[in-house]
């Protein structure tokens, strides 16, 4: 079996003599192969997994001067990108260029070398670049061969001005590269990417299809504009194809497909979409495809079975002895005692990361729904001013589905580059997997992810390409206390008790107040920061306020400000909107009914909990009333989808990853009249006489909501005046 392994390993090497100009820790150095990914009757060729090797054992970029375009290179290597050696699933892939680029040829034999990949890498390893650079090659080499056979059919070896014309009506035409992605901010990441790669080209195109933008806009850029690259999400991507004809013409001669984050889109949902998607491409193998995920399970693997040609190459670029995420990030889990300690124990984790990290903070928290993400975005960002260390130094991020594509743009690219060491972004699932926050120190989840897979890659914003900086610290209801032994018993979770971290927090505060410059004395100092042309936005006061660093971070006093989080947030409750709260316990019903049998509970213990939460845990006068008439449609919303270990589980609608099942109409949204969104900045409401404005961004939200495709509320619902007349709304 070694000796038939060694003379396949040989031949494939045979076949791509580029791969002998790297020095890498790849196919050649490898003494073992893994079993096919796809059980197919004609096995794919394989790629083992990489033994961890030093940095200077990988190759560097300069290895593909002659391999690749001088202006791409240039682009890599110089301004903008600065790389000099490539990461280990970059340098499984580039050695397989130029051949993995060259155009489809039906002549050529279905055994001849492959064209495309499944390639098994972790998140933040920079498979961006590397199914990227290969698709821009791919673009380029279809545009030479294109215009030569124009020149051919026409008799011709040179003519400049039928090459133009030639090379603009197919760069119009046909789509490149087609490349799906399961969220907003990966997609828009992606395509910035693929901006500065392209950088050097000329007139190189870059096109976005996804949700939560004007159509409109989109669709005027695709008719005025050449198409070498497409970035769409899933939903969006289907609507255009089936509704405008343009679209579904140029997708009809896409040349590459690539499916980023594989087991991501298919663990949304999105399945149904993207095998709608296909039937408007070019069949296989004269469409050429790339699909990257992070796992390879059975979902996966029927996706490539019907999605490559029979001959692709499985590169596996995750070590048997590479540890995951939830080995060396520290990971704690707290049972709460009652619903009242959940909002002052988020606010003392917080605390904690504040004091455990002086002037580098950087915490994401997790929350199930969005509802519940934008009424405990509000309340953090209120309760950060008076409970935290850093207090109005805090800066607070909101991003979920229902903020606008712009407002969430910016929410990302300013917490990704804050500085100012207390930084929160305070999120939904949109940015779970796939997106780049570098330096998080500590991220929250509180309530149930939606998949063990969820939960491990939530903590995986803290451990992405092998720094290891970071906590993972998981909050759970009285009766959510069963996910830990059923859902997380592989995980290395230790528990925490409230009372332990109060402990632990006012004894960091005390040190502090004793020393405040000792505190800081290894404190990193934030660069300066680009001063905004408004400070009127919300996303953007981190870069409209001087930097702060040293001591003057916190505020004085910060042990008797760490006694007062009880007593604070204990006030707060009293003065959150009530039709709020009672939005946020509908979406949270929907999401956890579907996990009754995954959790082994009775329905009714998750309605007395979340009724429970609504009274002890946010001061709600009256629980909600739910009807049994309402808790079967709730029930009937959704078909069962796959998920802890194949049990069924909640599915997220409407894209994104959020996961927002309320019915539309129940007992307490009958208003009579429906009501219209306004574009004027809308307030919270009266809290001691405060108004509090939202942005004005969220008021133009037209996107898919997590209900359906109707129109979304838009929008944040926060603080109220109890008793006293209509309550403030944004719809």
């Known amino acids: 079996?070694?000796?038939?392994?060694?003379?396949?390993?040989?031949?494939?090497?045979?076949?791509?003599?580029?791969?002998?100009?790297?020095?890498?820790?790849?196919?050649?150095?490898?003494?073992?192969?893994?079993?096919?990914?796809?059980?197919?009757?004609?096995?794919?060729?394989?790629?083992?997994?990489?033994?961890?090797?030093?940095?200077?054992?990988?190759?560097?970029?300069?290895?593909?001067?002659?391999?690749?375009?001088?202006?791409?290179?240039?682009?890599?290597?110089?301004?903008?990108?600065?790389?000099?050696?490539?990461?280990?699933?970059?340098?499984?892939?580039?050695?397989?260029?130029?051949?993995?680029?060259?155009?489809?040829?039906?002549?050529?034999?279905?055994?001849g070398p492959p064209r495309d990949l499944l390639v098994k890498a972790k998140t933040g390893t920079g498979k961006t670049l590397g199914f990227l650079l290969p698709a821009v090659e791919a673009r380029l080499q279809s545009i030479e061969a294109h215009v030569a056979r124009a020149l051919r059919d026409a008799g011709r070896t040179e003519d400049r001005a039928l090459e133009h014309k030639v090379k603009a009506a197919f760069t119009?035409?046909?789509?490149?590269?087609?490349?799906?992605?399961?969220?907003?901010?990966?997609?828009?990441?992606?395509?910035?990417?693929?901006?500065?790669?392209?950088?050097?080209?000329?007139?190189?195109?870059?096109?976005?299809?996804?949700?939560?933008?004007?159509?409109?806009?989109?669709?005027?850029?695709?008719?005025?504009?050449?198409?070498?690259?497409?970035?769409?999400?899933?939903?969006?991507?289907?609507?255009?194809?089936?509704?405008e004809p343009e679209v579904k013409r140029g997708i009809a001669k896409t040349q590459v497909l690539v499916l980023d984050e594989a087991d991501t889109l298919l663990d949304m949902g999105f399945r149904p979409d993207i095998e709608a998607i296909k039937e408007f491409l070019p069949p296989v193998p004269q469409r050429q495809t790339f699909l990257f995920s992070a796992t390879v399970s059975r979902a996966i693997q029927d996706i490539a079975r019907m999605s490559l040609a029979p001959n692709h190459k499985f590169i596996n670029c995750v070590s048997n002895d590479t540890s995951p995420v939830h080995a060396h990030v520290p990971q704690y889990h707290t049972i709460l005692p009652h619903a009242k300690d959940q909002l002052p124990h988020i606010l003392r984790l917080l605390a904690h990361d504040q004091l455990s990290n002086p002037g580098s903070a950087k915490a994401i928290v997790f929350f199930p729904t969005t509802k519940m993400t934008q009424l405990f975005a509000t309340a953090l960002r209120e309760l950060s001013r008076s409970c935290l260390p850093a207090g109005r130094n805090t800066n607070v991020y909101e991003l979920h589905s229902k903020k606008s594509m712009e407002s969430r743009t910016r929410a990302s690219s300013s917490f990704r580059n804050d500085t100012s060491g207390a930084a929160i972004l305070v999120t939904s699932d949109v940015s779970a997997r796939g997106v780049d926050y570098p330096g998080v120190t500590r991220v929250i989840q509180v309530g149930i992810p939606g998949s063990t897979e969820q939960y491990v890659h939530r903590v995986g914003r803290t451990g992405r390409a092998n720094n290891t900086q970071g906590r993972g610290d998981l909050v759970l209801l009285p009766w959510e206390m069963?996910?830990?032994?059923?859902?997380?018993?592989?995980?290395?979770?230790?528990?925490?008790?409230?009372?332990?971290?109060?402990?632990?927090?006012?004894?960091?505060?005390?040190?502090?107040?004793?020393?405040?410059?000792?505190?800081?004395?290894?404190?990193?100092?934030?660069?300066?920061?680009?001063?905004?042309?408004?400070?009127?936005?919300?996303?953007?006061?981190?870069?409209?306020?001087?930097?702060?660093?040293?001591?003057?971070?916190?505020?004085?006093?910060?042990?008797?400000?760490?006694?007062?989080?009880?007593?604070?947030?204990?006030?707060?409750?009293?003065?959150?909107?009530?039709?709020?709260?009672?939005?946020?316990?509908?979406?949270?019903?929907?999401?956890?009914?579907?996990?009754?049998?995954?959790?082994?509970?009775?329905?009714?213990?998750?309605?007395?909990?979340?009724?429970?939460?609504?009274?002890?845990?946010?001061?709600?006068?009256?629980?909600?009333?739910?009807?049994?008439?309402?808790?079967?449609?709730?029930?009937?919303?959704?078909?069962?989808?796959?998920?802890?270990?194949?049990?069924?589980?909640?599915?997220?609608?409407?894209?994104?990853?959020?996961?927002?099942?309320?019915?539309?109409?129940?007992s307490w949204e009958e208003r009579g009249q429906q009501r219209v969104r306004s574009n004027r900045d809308r307030g919270f409401g009266s809290v001691n006489g405060d108004r509090f404005s939202r942005d004005r961004e969220g008021g133009e939200y037209r996107g898919r909501d997590s209900f359906g495709d109707r129109e979304g509320r838009s929008g944040r619902r926060g603080f109220g005046s109890r008793n006293s007349g209509p309550r403030s709304e944004d719809w």
Request: net charge positive.
């Open 172 to 243: 119009r035409e046909t789509v490149g590269t087609l490349i799906i992605s399961p969220t907003r901010e990966l997609a828009s990441q992606i395509a910035k990417e693929a901006q500065r790669l392209t950088t050097h080209l000329d007139a190189f195109g870059v096109r976005l299809f996804v949700g939560g933008e004007g159509k409109r806009n989109q669709m005027r850029e695709w008719t005025t504009g050449r198409r070498d690259i497409v970035v769409a999400t899933p939903g969006r991507l289907r609507d255009v194809l089936e509704s």
């Open 1 to 111: 079996m070694a000796s038939l392994l060694a003379q396949a390993v040989k031949a494939c090497v045979s076949k791509h003599p580029v791969a002998t100009r790297f020095t890498l820790a790849g196919s050649a150095r490898h003494s073992s192969a893994l079993a096919t990914a796809t059980g197919e009757s004609q096995p794919a060729v394989m790629a083992t997994s990489p033994p961890a090797a030093e940095d200077n054992a990988l190759p560097a970029f300069k290895t593909l001067e002659g391999v690749v375009s001088d202006n791409v290179l240039k682009a890599i290597i110089g301004k903008p990108m600065s790389l000099t050696t490539m990461s280990p699933v970059q340098a499984e892939v580039f050695p397989l260029l130029p051949e993995l680029a060259r155009p489809y040829n039906p002549q050529e034999p279905s055994t």
């Open 482 to 666: 069963r996910y830990v032994n059923e859902c997380l018993s592989m995980v290395p979770l230790k528990p925490l008790r409230t009372q332990d971290l109060a402990a632990e927090v006012e004894e960091l505060a005390q040190t502090f107040d004793k020393d405040p410059s000792a505190f800081f004395v290894n404190a990193p100092v934030p660069p300066p920061r680009p001063q905004s042309s408004t400070g009127r936005d919300r996303d953007r006061r981190a870069y409209t306020r001087p930097p702060v660093h040293g001591a003057q971070l916190f505020q004085s006093q910060t042990a008797a400000v760490m006694q007062e989080i009880e007593l604070t947030s204990q006030e707060l409750k009293m003065k959150l909107d009530e039709e709020a709260i009672r939005e946020t316990f509908m979406s949270l019903l929907g999401y956890y009914l579907g996990k009754t049998t995954a959790l082994r509970m009775r329905r009714d213990e998750v309605v007395e909990g979340l009724k429970q939460w609504t009274t002890d845990g946010l001061g709600l006068p009256v629980p909600p009333y739910v009807s049994e008439q309402l808790l079967k449609k709730i029930g009937g919303l959704e078909k069962p989808a796959r998920g802890y270990g194949g049990r069924p589980t909640w599915r997220s609608g409407g894209g994104g990853g959020d996961y927002d099942r309320a019915p539309r109409k129940n």
